[in-house]
């Protein structure tokens, strides 16, 4: 089964985020308190545990959830392979994959230290398209109808 293993929010852009207890979701905007929230197609960024851990494999230190900046750190699902349009619940919010990676303009501490940073292209963002709370603990499934690589 696959989970949110952490929440993670900050309140500017460009800084590590810290991870919360819980999270409120709202449509088009993302998660409530946080600096990258708003009205646009990367509303909330996720990254698998599994692709954390392919950093510290490599010697990389400290990678606690928040690290890559993402908002929700999962286990058990490969986020990277899901194609753009795939409707994801998370706990009991619904919501839709509009962009697999991003582009580092400024790169990171992590990227400054090894040379390079998973997050460019394992990281995905989602767009919410229906509210609700989310926890660590909770569920994430692909919805029906949605097609999975």
């Not at 993670?8 to 993302?30: C, F, Q, T, Y």
Request: aromatic letters at 4%; charged letters at 25%.
């Amino acid at each position: 089964m696959a989970v949110i293993e952490a929440i993670n929010i900050s309140d500017k852009r460009g800084v590590i985020k810290h991870p919360v207890p819980s999270a409120e979701l709202r449509i088009d905007h993302g998660i409530v308190g946080d600096a990258h929230a708003g009205k646009w197609h990367r509303q909330i960024s996720l990254l698998a545990q599994e692709s954390i851990d392919k950093m510290t494999a490599l010697g990389v230190d400290g990678l606690d959830p928040g690290k890559f900046a993402e908002n929700i750190t999962t286990k058990g699902i490969s986020l990277h392979t899901l194609p753009v349009g795939t409707r994801l619940y998370l706990g009991p919010c619904l919501t839709e994959v509009t962009q697999i990676g991003k582009e580092c303009h400024q790169h990171c501490e992590i990227f400054r230290r090894i040379g390079m940073c998973i997050m460019p292209k394992e990281g995905i963002f989602v767009k919410v398209l229906s509210e609700g709370t989310i926890r660590p603990g909770d569920e994430i499934r692909i919805a029906e109808g949605s097609e999975e690589s």
